[in-house]
């Protein structure tokens, strides 16, 4: 039964980690500015990650990776990105602007998974 409990609880956050992956990607889509970046170097940590530079209208240079290839790219080129203005570092690329919400909805379809199965198994064993 304890793991039941466990498989409930633990669906719970992957839920809430789901919303939050879907209003960002939301208000990038409402609310985005777009800037251009700078390509800085590639990094690999388990994925390839490019990270790039951009500055804001206000002046704050924000640096941050993305995940992407690199192929083709060069330290200095530029990059297009979309940013919330109100927390720039909720940023993506802007080809992957139409995409991203697909990563939140995954993440709820598997938190809502594991919840409902945990909370299916506990009605069984207390039936």
Known sequence: MGGLVALTLFGLPVIAMGVI???DSLRLRTRGATATAYYMDR????????NCSFTTPDGRRIERGYAHSGVGLRPGDAVEIVYDPARPRNSCLAEERSTNWRLGAFFVSIGVGLTGSGLVGLAFRLL
């Not at 990094?43 to 490019?50: D, K, P, V």
């Open 43 to 50: 990094s690999r940590n388990g994925a390839t990650y490019i």
């Open 21 to 23: 992956a879907l209003r």
